[in-house]
């Protein structure tokens, strides 16, 4: 108990943080306008403590997180022992689907590296409504809301968690600050880094659903670091474009975001 009163003590300290630091960054809306799509982005900025933000309403509005929760997913599952270790196998459950990489037993690592739906409902079946719940109560993950099925309730708009909150949760994973042992924080952050130089890094998850209203939603959380500091950053968008190549739409905002506020040029 004394865990988790401290762990939302470090909320409260947060949020109250952001309220007299938040610069807006309006001069971002290009890059959602090129691809027509509503969205948002926030940037925190540790050493400083200073939050970058665009679209400051939306920025606080929660949405379905979609994959995205394979974040919190997989530390559930690492900290309860439903999954020893990241090269733990998740069955396949033989339904063929359009992606081939996930018609397949995949290890907790490529499950969360090609965001493998089936193999992550699996997990949440595995760690049971109950447990889900304490957890999602524990960490104050978004409205806490599961829902009739333990396995849907990320992706049917059920459980809803705001742009600004998921700064916050990147955040707090990287500084091992969530309520689940180091190790295991340690794991999944692992699993989210996909550019390692000298020059930065770069780790992020990212989601893709529906909103209420059946737009596409996309997501990308994660961290850049360079020169030894490190910053803290959420995007979503909608658009009613069913077509949209969410994939490369999602990974070019970020970048053209990352490039113009400085990151690249190890000057940050």
């Known amino acids: 108990m004394i865990r988790i009163i401290s762990f939302c003590s470090l909320i409260l300290v947060c949020f109250s943080c952001t309220l007299n630091n938040i610069k807006n960054a309006d001069q971002l809306k290009k890059y959602f306008d090129e691809y027509k799509v509503d969205g948002c982005f926030a940037l925190y900025d540790n050493s400083r403590g200073e939050h970058t933000v665009y679209n400051e309403k939306r920025d606080t509005t929660r949405f379905s997180p979609a994959s ?34 996930w018609n397949q037993n995949l290890s907790l690592y490529h499950a969360f590296r090609v965001s493998a739906v089936p193999h992550f409902q699996e997990v949440a079946r595995m760690i049971g409504r109950d447990t889900m719940q304490k957890w999602l109560d524990s960490t104050h993950y978004g409205n806490m809301v599961i829902g009739p099925a333990v396995d849907q309730f990320w992706l049917n708009n059920s459980l809803k968690i705001s742009n600004d909150e998921q700064v916050w949760l990147a955040k707090l994973l990287y500084f091992r600050q969530l309520p689940f042992r180091h190790s295991v924080q340690e794991e999944v952050k692992k699993m989210m880094i ?75």
Do not use: C
């Not at 690492?78 to 081939?100: A, H």
């Open 68 to 101: 995205t929760f394979k974040i919190l997913n997989a530390l559930i599952a690492l900290q309860t022992g439903r999954l020893t270790d990241d090269s733990s196998m998740i069955k396949w459950d033989s339904v063929v689907r359009e992606r081939p990489e």
């Open 194 to 268: 996909w550019e390692n130089n000298t020059n930065y890094q770069l780790a992020y998850k990212t989601g893709w659903g529906k909103t209420v209203s059946g737009n596409e939603l996309g997501w990308i959380v994660g961290w850049i670091e360079e020169n030894r500091h490190v910053y803290f950053f959420s995007m979503n968008f909608e658009t009613a474009d069913h077509q949209i190549d969410m994939v490369t739409v999602r990974k070019k905002i970020l970048m053209n975001i990352l490039t113009e506020v400085g990151f690249f040029k190890g000057r940050m």
